[in-house]
């Protein structure tokens, strides 16, 4: 069965550092999604990319956050200068079809952790 | 912003016992998903509902879709140990809502 896969599974880093974190979405699906998940929080949304652009994001997706698709298979989601607050799980996923309108496949996550 | 509220947030049961969680939107929903995340793991796809009323099973799991599509609700029939794990809710803009973590004592 197809999977959405996510490297590293758990990165460490420091305040104020770079860290990129990337997905590799199903090969045939179209939208790709990048969600954050504070320990023992709800899932919230971040953005969303289809057809090399971003086509919705969310408040929290400001400035310090950018993503791309470097090549037909990857997926990263950039953040320049980490903050402790931006330690969570970053999920990835894809989907076949539009944002709300098909089933989401999500990968295992990346935990981030800013010291 | 659009809000998504779940109750209960969380629910112990005895094995065998069913299990319901709601889930309410501040706003109509053109549609509503629902998915199950283990302890540790990642949220997995249950189903989509997108008609006023609608009632969808997928064997113990019955999922409801109110009429005024507003909120919806997930119900297990005789829980087992592998029905653990949080069931949000998410809007059709991906709000996804508080979650329903359920625990089940064997």
Known sequence: EPEVT???????TQMGQEVILRCVPISN?????????????????????????????SEIFDDQFSVERPDGSNF???IRSTKLE???MYFCASSGRGRG????????GTRLTVT | GQQVMQIPQYQHVQEGEDFTTY?????????????????????????????????????????????AKKNSSLHITATQTTDVGTYFCANEKLTFGTGTRLTIIP
């Open chain 2, 23 to 67: 889930c309410n939107s501040s706003t109509t929903l053109s549609n509503i998903q629902w998915y199950k995340q283990r302890p540790g793991g990642h949220p997995v796809f249950l189903i989509q509902l997108v008609k006023s009323g609608e009632v969808k099973k997928q064997k113990r799991l019955t999922f409801q879709f109110g009429e």
């Open chain 1, 6 to 12: 996510q490297t590293p599974s758990h990165q460490v």
């Open chain 1, 101 to 108: 309108s098909y089933e989401q496949y999500f990968g295992p």
């Open chain 1, 29 to 57: 699906h179209l939208y790709f999604y990048w969600y954050r998940q504070i320990l023992g929080q709800k899932v919230e949304f971040l953005v969303s990319f289809y057809n090399n652009e971003i086509s919705e994001k």
């Open chain 1, 76 to 78: 990263t989601l950039k």
């Open chain 1, 86 to 88: 931006d330690s969570a």
